[in-house]
Protein backbone atom coordinates (compact mmCIF):
# COMPACT_ATOMS: atom_id res chain seq x y z
CA UNK A 1 0.00 0.00 0.00
CA UNK A 2 1.33 3.18 -0.85
CA UNK A 3 0.52 6.78 0.00
CA UNK A 4 -0.98 7.82 -2.89
CA UNK A 5 -3.44 4.78 -2.61
CA UNK A 6 -4.59 5.58 0.68
CA UNK A 7 -5.53 8.66 -0.56
CA UNK A 8 -6.87 8.43 -3.97
CA UNK A 9 -10.33 8.76 -3.53
CA UNK A 10 -12.82 6.78 -5.37
CA UNK A 11 -10.40 3.63 -5.99
CA UNK A 12 -10.86 3.19 -10.24
CA UNK A 13 -10.52 5.65 -12.86
CA UNK A 14 -12.99 4.88 -15.74
CA UNK A 15 -16.89 3.17 -15.80
CA UNK A 16 -16.20 0.08 -16.23
CA UNK A 17 -19.58 0.02 -17.93
CA UNK A 18 -20.38 -0.63 -21.80
CA UNK A 19 -21.50 2.81 -22.53
CA UNK A 20 -19.28 6.32 -22.99
CA UNK A 21 -19.49 9.22 -20.50
CA UNK A 22 -21.68 11.36 -22.62
CA UNK A 23 -23.83 8.47 -22.68
CA UNK A 24 -24.16 7.89 -19.70
CA UNK A 25 -24.66 11.58 -18.79
CA UNK A 26 -27.20 12.16 -21.00
CA UNK A 27 -29.29 8.96 -20.26
CA UNK A 28 -29.08 9.95 -16.63
CA UNK A 29 -30.55 13.49 -17.66
CA UNK A 30 -33.16 11.94 -19.52
CA UNK A 31 -34.44 9.31 -16.60
CA UNK A 32 -34.53 12.72 -14.31
CA UNK A 33 -36.54 14.88 -16.79
CA UNK A 34 -39.02 11.27 -17.47
CA UNK A 35 -39.27 11.25 -13.79
CA UNK A 36 -40.25 14.56 -12.76
CA UNK A 37 -42.93 14.48 -15.40
CA UNK A 38 -44.08 11.40 -14.27
CA UNK A 39 -44.53 12.46 -10.86
CA UNK A 40 -46.48 15.46 -11.63
CA UNK A 41 -48.38 13.50 -13.93
CA UNK A 42 -49.12 10.76 -11.04
CA UNK A 43 -48.09 12.02 -7.70
CA UNK A 44 -50.28 15.17 -6.65
CA UNK A 45 -50.34 15.04 -2.63
CA UNK A 46 -47.03 14.44 -0.48
CA UNK A 47 -46.89 11.06 0.43
CA UNK A 48 -43.45 11.05 2.72
CA UNK A 49 -43.93 12.48 5.52
CA UNK A 50 -46.47 10.04 6.47
CA UNK A 51 -44.21 7.47 5.58
CA UNK A 52 -41.72 8.56 7.21
CA UNK A 53 -42.96 7.90 10.39
CA UNK A 54 -42.80 4.15 10.37
CA UNK A 55 -43.66 1.04 12.47
CA UNK A 56 -42.20 0.76 16.46
CA UNK A 57 -40.22 -2.57 15.97
CA UNK A 58 -39.01 -2.75 19.76
CA UNK A 59 -38.42 -0.48 22.84
CA UNK A 60 -35.25 1.26 23.70
CA UNK A 61 -34.02 -0.38 27.03
CA UNK A 62 -31.89 1.06 29.99
CA UNK A 63 -29.15 -1.20 28.67
CA UNK A 64 -29.16 0.77 25.54
CA UNK A 65 -27.38 3.60 27.91
CA UNK A 66 -24.70 0.88 28.76
CA UNK A 67 -24.33 -0.22 25.29
CA UNK A 68 -23.98 4.09 24.60
CA UNK A 69 -21.36 4.59 27.09
CA UNK A 70 -19.19 1.43 26.16
CA UNK A 71 -19.41 2.71 22.40
CA UNK A 72 -18.65 6.78 23.52
CA UNK A 73 -15.40 4.96 26.00
CA UNK A 74 -14.16 3.18 23.24
CA UNK A 75 -14.47 6.12 20.97
CA UNK A 76 -12.73 8.66 22.99
CA UNK A 77 -10.01 5.91 23.91
CA UNK A 78 -9.69 5.33 19.84
CA UNK A 79 -9.34 9.56 19.40
CA UNK A 80 -6.53 10.14 22.17
CA UNK A 81 -4.89 7.23 20.48
CA UNK A 82 -5.13 8.80 17.19
CA UNK A 83 -4.17 12.37 18.84
CA UNK A 84 -0.96 10.71 20.26
CA UNK A 85 0.00 8.59 17.05
CA UNK A 86 -0.30 11.87 15.47
CA UNK A 87 2.39 13.61 17.50
CA UNK A 88 4.83 10.55 18.37
CA UNK A 89 4.11 7.89 15.64
CA UNK A 90 5.56 7.64 12.45
CA UNK A 91 5.49 10.83 10.38
CA UNK A 92 4.19 9.05 7.38
CA UNK A 93 0.64 8.11 6.09
CA UNK A 94 1.28 4.22 5.82
CA UNK A 95 2.61 3.51 9.06
CA UNK A 96 0.40 5.64 11.49
CA UNK A 97 -3.10 4.98 12.41
CA UNK A 98 -3.79 8.84 11.94
CA UNK A 99 -4.45 9.31 8.12
CA UNK A 100 -6.45 6.17 7.63
CA UNK A 101 -8.98 6.77 11.15
CA UNK A 102 -9.12 10.62 9.56
CA UNK A 103 -10.01 10.23 5.98
CA UNK A 104 -11.23 6.64 5.79
CA UNK A 105 -13.02 5.50 9.40
CA UNK A 106 -14.24 9.16 10.57
CA UNK A 107 -14.90 10.99 7.34
CA UNK A 108 -16.39 8.05 5.14
CA UNK A 109 -17.23 4.96 7.69
CA UNK A 110 -18.96 7.39 9.95
CA UNK A 111 -20.93 9.26 7.07
CA UNK A 112 -22.59 5.96 5.79
CA UNK A 113 -23.11 4.53 8.95
CA UNK A 114 -24.82 7.39 9.73
CA UNK A 115 -27.20 7.41 6.44
CA UNK A 116 -27.58 3.51 7.68
CA UNK A 117 -28.08 3.68 11.70
CA UNK A 118 -29.48 6.86 11.96
CA UNK A 119 -28.31 9.03 14.37
CA UNK A 120 -25.55 7.28 15.76
CA UNK A 121 -22.33 10.21 15.94
CA UNK A 122 -23.82 12.25 18.77
CA UNK A 123 -23.68 9.06 20.82
CA UNK A 124 -20.08 8.06 19.66
CA UNK A 125 -18.48 11.60 19.17
CA UNK A 126 -15.62 12.39 21.36
CA UNK A 127 -16.17 16.21 21.37
CA UNK A 128 -19.93 15.21 22.72
CA UNK A 129 -18.11 13.30 25.47
CA UNK A 130 -15.66 16.06 26.36
CA UNK A 131 -18.19 18.82 25.74
CA UNK A 132 -20.68 17.15 28.40
CA UNK A 133 -17.74 16.78 30.90
CA UNK A 134 -16.73 19.94 30.40
CA UNK A 135 -20.86 21.12 31.61
CA UNK A 136 -20.46 19.18 34.56
CA UNK A 137 -17.34 20.83 36.03
CA UNK A 138 -18.06 24.08 34.52
CA UNK A 139 -21.63 24.17 36.38
CA UNK A 140 -24.55 26.23 34.37
CA UNK A 141 -24.83 29.42 36.88
CA UNK A 142 -20.89 30.05 35.39
CA UNK A 143 -22.03 30.42 32.08
CA UNK A 144 -22.42 33.15 29.66
CA UNK A 145 -26.00 33.36 28.85
CA UNK A 146 -25.34 35.58 26.02
CA UNK A 147 -23.49 33.54 23.10
CA UNK A 148 -22.58 35.68 19.89
CA UNK A 149 -24.61 35.08 17.23
CA UNK A 150 -21.65 34.13 14.94
CA UNK A 151 -22.22 30.78 17.29
CA UNK A 152 -26.19 30.97 18.11
CA UNK A 153 -26.90 31.44 14.02
CA UNK A 154 -25.05 27.79 12.70
CA UNK A 155 -22.93 29.24 10.38
CA UNK A 156 -19.87 28.44 12.36
CA UNK A 157 -20.76 24.83 11.49
CA UNK A 158 -19.58 25.65 8.23
CA UNK A 159 -15.81 26.13 9.04
CA UNK A 160 -14.54 22.67 10.14
CA UNK A 161 -16.20 21.33 6.77
CA UNK A 162 -14.41 23.85 4.89
CA UNK A 163 -10.70 23.42 6.76
CA UNK A 164 -10.98 19.66 6.68
CA UNK A 165 -11.40 19.48 2.72
CA UNK A 166 -8.61 22.05 2.35
CA UNK A 167 -6.42 19.90 4.24
CA UNK A 168 -8.08 16.58 2.24
CA UNK A 169 -8.14 18.36 -1.11
CA UNK A 170 -6.26 21.42 -1.77
CA UNK A 171 -2.90 21.52 1.56
CA UNK A 172 0.07 19.38 -0.42
CA UNK A 173 0.83 18.16 3.44
CA UNK A 174 -2.68 17.35 4.56
CA UNK A 175 -2.11 14.00 5.44
CA UNK A 176 0.79 14.18 7.36
CA UNK A 177 0.11 12.52 10.92
CA UNK A 178 2.31 15.89 12.35
CA UNK A 179 -0.72 18.26 10.82
CA UNK A 180 -3.46 16.04 11.83
CA UNK A 181 -2.35 15.92 15.01
CA UNK A 182 -2.41 19.55 15.61
CA UNK A 183 -5.23 20.35 13.62
CA UNK A 184 -7.53 17.48 15.64
CA UNK A 185 -5.98 19.30 18.56
CA UNK A 186 -6.99 23.50 18.12
CA UNK A 187 -10.21 22.08 16.47
CA UNK A 188 -10.72 19.96 20.16
CA UNK A 189 -9.59 23.06 22.07
CA UNK A 190 -11.80 25.50 20.10
CA UNK A 191 -14.65 23.47 20.81
CA UNK A 192 -13.93 23.14 24.38
CA UNK A 193 -13.37 26.59 25.31
CA UNK A 194 -16.84 27.55 23.57
CA UNK A 195 -18.51 24.64 26.11
CA UNK A 196 -16.63 26.48 29.02
CA UNK A 197 -18.13 29.69 28.00
CA UNK A 198 -21.81 29.01 26.35
CA UNK A 199 -22.25 25.66 27.31
CA UNK A 200 -21.89 22.41 24.92
CA UNK A 201 -25.28 22.83 23.72
CA UNK A 202 -24.34 25.94 22.47
CA UNK A 203 -20.78 24.59 21.37
CA UNK A 204 -22.22 22.17 19.43
CA UNK A 205 -23.57 24.39 16.99
CA UNK A 206 -20.59 24.96 16.12
CA UNK A 207 -19.21 21.27 15.59
CA UNK A 208 -19.63 21.20 11.55
CA UNK A 209 -19.43 17.09 11.15
CA UNK A 210 -22.38 16.99 13.74
CA UNK A 211 -24.03 19.27 11.53
CA UNK A 212 -23.34 17.09 8.31
CA UNK A 213 -23.65 13.55 9.81
CA UNK A 214 -26.79 14.39 11.04
CA UNK A 215 -28.68 15.38 8.16
CA UNK A 216 -27.36 12.42 6.54
CA UNK A 217 -29.09 10.49 9.45
CA UNK A 218 -32.00 11.74 8.37
CA UNK A 219 -31.98 8.90 5.24
CA UNK A 220 -31.57 6.07 7.37
CA UNK A 221 -34.65 4.09 7.84
CA UNK A 222 -34.29 3.44 11.63
CA UNK A 223 -35.19 6.24 14.15
CA UNK A 224 -35.39 6.65 17.75
CA UNK A 225 -38.21 8.78 19.26
CA UNK A 226 -40.66 9.03 21.89
CA UNK A 227 -43.76 7.22 21.88
CA UNK A 228 -47.55 6.73 23.51
CA UNK A 229 -48.85 8.59 26.33
CA UNK A 230 -45.79 7.71 28.97
CA UNK A 231 -42.99 8.78 26.74
CA UNK A 232 -41.08 5.50 26.02
CA UNK A 233 -38.32 5.78 23.84
CA UNK A 234 -38.95 3.06 20.97
CA UNK A 235 -36.89 2.37 17.97
CA UNK A 236 -39.16 2.66 14.56
CA UNK A 237 -38.56 1.04 11.10
CA UNK A 238 -39.59 3.25 7.82
CA UNK A 239 -39.14 2.88 4.15
CA UNK A 240 -35.31 3.90 3.61
CA UNK A 241 -34.65 8.14 2.40
CA UNK A 242 -37.90 9.28 3.34
CA UNK A 243 -37.19 10.71 6.85
CA UNK A 244 -35.55 13.88 5.01
CA UNK A 245 -38.87 14.82 4.13
CA UNK A 246 -39.49 16.08 7.68
CA UNK A 247 -36.10 18.20 7.43
CA UNK A 248 -35.96 21.41 7.83
CA UNK A 249 -32.95 23.50 7.32
CA UNK A 250 -31.72 26.75 8.01
CA UNK A 251 -29.49 28.28 5.76
CA UNK A 252 -26.16 27.78 7.59
CA UNK A 253 -27.19 23.86 7.54
CA UNK A 254 -27.85 24.53 3.91
CA UNK A 255 -24.35 25.90 3.39
CA UNK A 256 -22.65 22.83 5.31
CA UNK A 257 -24.28 20.49 2.85
CA UNK A 258 -23.64 22.53 -0.26
CA UNK A 259 -19.88 22.81 0.72
CA UNK A 260 -19.58 18.78 1.55
CA UNK A 261 -21.16 18.69 -1.91
CA UNK A 262 -18.54 20.73 -3.62
CA UNK A 263 -15.81 19.43 -2.06
CA UNK A 264 -16.76 15.98 -3.33
CA UNK A 265 -17.17 17.52 -6.77
CA UNK A 266 -14.04 18.48 -6.67
CA UNK A 267 -12.54 15.73 -5.60
CA UNK A 268 -13.99 13.62 -8.52
CA UNK A 269 -12.55 16.96 -10.69
CA UNK A 270 -9.30 16.84 -9.35
CA UNK A 271 -8.82 12.80 -10.73
CA UNK A 272 -9.97 14.08 -14.62
CA UNK A 273 -7.30 14.43 -17.36
CA UNK A 274 -7.94 18.47 -17.29
CA UNK A 275 -6.91 19.02 -13.51
CA UNK A 276 -3.83 16.45 -14.02
CA UNK A 277 -2.39 18.61 -16.64
CA UNK A 278 -3.20 21.83 -14.52
CA UNK A 279 -1.14 20.56 -11.65
CA UNK A 280 1.25 18.81 -13.29
CA UNK A 281 5.43 19.34 -12.03
CA UNK A 282 3.66 21.62 -9.26
CA UNK A 283 4.73 21.04 -5.58
CA UNK A 284 3.61 22.19 -2.09
CA UNK A 285 2.71 25.39 -1.95
CA UNK A 286 2.20 26.14 -5.47
CA UNK A 287 0.23 22.72 -5.87
CA UNK A 288 -1.60 23.92 -2.46
CA UNK A 289 -2.08 27.73 -4.46
CA UNK A 290 -3.90 25.81 -7.53
CA UNK A 291 -6.18 22.82 -5.83
CA UNK A 292 -6.96 26.04 -3.41
CA UNK A 293 -8.48 28.00 -5.99
CA UNK A 294 -9.70 24.70 -7.97
CA UNK A 295 -11.65 23.77 -4.87
CA UNK A 296 -13.17 26.99 -4.19
CA UNK A 297 -14.23 27.47 -7.72
CA UNK A 298 -16.29 24.24 -7.54
CA UNK A 299 -18.08 24.44 -4.42
CA UNK A 300 -18.56 28.30 -5.97
CA UNK A 301 -20.06 26.71 -8.69
CA UNK A 302 -22.31 24.20 -7.18
CA UNK A 303 -23.23 26.64 -4.47
CA UNK A 304 -24.46 29.46 -7.14
CA UNK A 305 -26.28 27.09 -8.89
CA UNK A 306 -28.41 26.17 -6.29
CA UNK A 307 -28.66 29.82 -5.06
CA UNK A 308 -29.90 31.00 -7.81
CA UNK A 309 -32.62 27.60 -8.55
CA UNK A 310 -33.56 28.84 -5.10
CA UNK A 311 -34.08 32.29 -6.20
CA UNK A 312 -36.06 31.35 -9.22
CA UNK A 313 -38.34 29.09 -7.23
CA UNK A 314 -38.48 31.92 -4.80
CA UNK A 315 -39.65 35.04 -7.60
CA UNK A 316 -42.24 31.95 -8.53
CA UNK A 317 -43.61 30.84 -5.25
CA UNK A 318 -43.16 33.96 -2.82
CA UNK A 319 -41.96 32.25 -0.33
CA UNK A 320 -38.93 33.84 0.61
CA UNK A 321 -37.42 30.61 2.41
CA UNK A 322 -37.22 28.26 -0.92
CA UNK A 323 -33.61 27.58 -1.15
CA UNK A 324 -34.11 26.26 2.83
CA UNK A 325 -37.14 24.67 2.14
CA UNK A 326 -35.84 22.46 -0.53
CA UNK A 327 -32.35 22.20 0.64
CA UNK A 328 -33.82 18.47 2.17
CA UNK A 329 -33.64 17.32 -1.67
CA UNK A 330 -29.92 17.73 -1.55
CA UNK A 331 -29.07 15.38 1.30
CA UNK A 332 -29.47 12.08 -0.85
CA UNK A 333 -27.78 14.08 -3.52
CA UNK A 334 -24.85 14.15 -1.43
CA UNK A 335 -24.89 10.65 -0.21
CA UNK A 336 -25.06 9.42 -4.11
CA UNK A 337 -21.89 11.55 -4.71
CA UNK A 338 -19.87 10.03 -1.36
CA UNK A 339 -21.22 6.43 -1.83
CA UNK A 340 -19.81 6.92 -5.71
CA UNK A 341 -16.31 8.49 -5.00
CA UNK A 342 -15.77 7.01 -1.51
CA UNK A 343 -17.49 3.46 -1.28
CA UNK A 344 -14.59 1.48 -2.63
CA UNK A 345 -12.05 3.18 -0.89
CA UNK A 346 -13.87 2.67 2.69
CA UNK A 347 -13.77 -1.03 1.10
CA UNK A 348 -10.04 -1.35 -0.09
CA UNK A 349 -7.98 0.78 1.88
CA UNK A 350 -9.85 0.76 4.57
CA UNK A 351 -8.79 -2.77 5.52
CA UNK A 352 -5.82 -0.95 6.53
CA UNK A 353 -7.26 0.16 9.56
CA UNK A 354 -7.12 -3.26 10.78
CA UNK A 355 -3.67 -3.82 10.45
CA UNK A 356 -2.35 -0.35 11.94
CA UNK A 357 -4.47 -0.64 14.95
CA UNK A 358 -2.36 -3.28 16.36
CA UNK A 359 0.56 -1.13 15.62
CA UNK A 360 -0.61 2.64 15.94
CA UNK A 361 2.80 4.19 16.22
CA UNK A 362 4.45 2.43 13.75
CA UNK A 363 6.75 0.96 16.69
CA UNK A 364 6.77 -2.56 15.60
CA UNK A 365 4.20 -3.66 17.49
CA UNK A 366 1.30 -6.17 17.09
CA UNK A 367 -1.48 -5.73 20.15
CA UNK A 368 -4.65 -7.44 18.32
CA UNK A 369 -2.62 -10.12 15.51
CA UNK A 370 -3.21 -8.24 12.76
CA UNK A 371 -0.47 -6.25 12.30
CA UNK A 372 1.04 -8.47 9.32
CA UNK A 373 -2.85 -9.32 8.05
CA UNK A 374 -2.67 -8.81 4.16
CA UNK A 375 -5.07 -6.29 2.41
CA UNK A 376 -7.58 -7.77 -0.52
CA UNK A 377 -7.38 -5.39 -3.15
CA UNK A 378 -9.73 -7.78 -4.99
CA UNK A 379 -12.54 -7.38 -2.52
CA UNK A 380 -14.39 -5.85 -5.19
CA UNK A 381 -13.75 -5.78 -9.15
CA UNK A 382 -13.66 -2.40 -11.39
CA UNK A 383 -17.17 -3.28 -13.21
CA UNK A 384 -19.01 -3.46 -9.54
CA UNK A 385 -17.53 -0.06 -8.67
CA UNK A 386 -18.55 1.61 -11.70
CA UNK A 387 -21.98 -0.08 -11.66
CA UNK A 388 -22.57 1.36 -7.95
CA UNK A 389 -20.71 4.71 -8.60
CA UNK A 390 -23.73 4.96 -12.01
CA UNK A 391 -26.15 3.72 -9.55
CA UNK A 392 -25.39 5.77 -6.50
CA UNK A 393 -24.96 9.03 -8.55
CA UNK A 394 -28.37 8.81 -10.99
CA UNK A 395 -30.50 7.31 -7.49
CA UNK A 396 -29.39 9.93 -5.27
CA UNK A 397 -30.85 12.63 -7.87
CA UNK A 398 -34.01 10.69 -8.35
CA UNK A 399 -34.66 10.51 -4.77
CA UNK A 400 -33.89 13.97 -4.70
CA UNK A 401 -36.44 15.23 -7.38
CA UNK A 402 -39.22 12.72 -5.23
CA UNK A 403 -38.19 14.50 -2.14
CA UNK A 404 -38.34 18.30 -3.89
CA UNK A 405 -41.60 17.32 -5.59
CA UNK A 406 -43.20 16.18 -2.40
CA UNK A 407 -42.43 19.26 -0.49
CA UNK A 408 -43.33 20.85 -3.38
CA UNK A 409 -46.68 19.61 -3.63
CA UNK A 410 -47.19 19.87 0.32
CA UNK A 411 -46.61 23.56 0.34
CA UNK A 412 -48.16 24.92 -3.23
CA UNK A 413 -50.72 23.89 -5.61
CA UNK A 414 -50.08 21.72 -8.33
CA UNK A 415 -48.76 23.99 -10.91
CA UNK A 416 -47.64 25.84 -8.86
CA UNK A 417 -45.12 23.71 -7.35
CA UNK A 418 -44.17 21.96 -11.03
CA UNK A 419 -43.16 25.68 -11.75
CA UNK A 420 -40.99 26.15 -9.06
CA UNK A 421 -39.80 23.11 -9.49
CA UNK A 422 -38.03 23.41 -12.94
CA UNK A 423 -34.66 25.46 -11.64
CA UNK A 424 -34.32 22.76 -9.24
CA UNK A 425 -34.86 20.44 -11.85
CA UNK A 426 -32.58 21.91 -13.94
CA UNK A 427 -30.27 21.92 -11.36
CA UNK A 428 -30.34 18.39 -10.74
CA UNK A 429 -29.61 17.51 -14.27
CA UNK A 430 -26.62 19.59 -14.62
CA UNK A 431 -25.10 17.83 -11.37
CA UNK A 432 -25.86 14.59 -12.47
CA UNK A 433 -24.16 15.22 -15.45
CA UNK A 434 -21.31 16.44 -14.20
CA UNK A 435 -21.01 14.00 -11.58
CA UNK A 436 -20.79 11.27 -13.81
CA UNK A 437 -18.71 12.89 -16.81
CA UNK A 438 -16.31 13.38 -13.95
CA UNK A 439 -16.51 9.63 -12.22
CA UNK A 440 -16.13 8.63 -16.28
CA UNK A 441 -13.54 10.92 -16.76
Same mark, same amino acid.
Given at each position: ??????????????? &??????????????? /?????????????????????????????????????????????????? #?????????????? /???? @?????????????????? %?????????????????? &??????????????????????????????????? /???????????????????????????????????? +?????????????????? #???????????????????????????? /??????? +?????? +????????????????????????????????????? #??VAYHLAGKLGSRTTGD??????????????????????? %????????????????????????????????INWTLISTGTIGWVQL???????????????????????????????? @??????????? %????????
Amino acid at each position: MTEFLIFAHGVGGRL &DLPLSEWQVAWAAAV /ALIFSFAALGYFWHKPLLKKLSVGHPIFSVSKQVGLLKTIFRSISLVLFL #VVVIAGFIGQDNTV /ANLA @PITVFVVFWIGVAFASAV %FGHIWRNLSPWETLGNFV &DRIRGEDQRDDSPPNWLTSGWSALLPISVFHWFEL /AYHDGASPRVLGWWISIYTIGLMVIAWKWGWSQARK +AEGFDVLFSALAELSPFK #VRENGPQKSKKMFIRVPFVGVSNYEMTS /AQLAVVL +AALGGT +AFDGFSRTRFWGEMIVGRTKWELTLVNTIGLIWIVAL #VGVAYHLAGKLGSRTTGDPKFSERFGASLIPILFGYDLAHY %FSLLLLEGQAFKVLISDPFGKGWDIFGTATDPINWTLISTGTIGWVQLISIVGGHLIGVLVSHDRGVEKFQLKEAMRSQY @PMLAVMVLYTM %FGLVLMTG
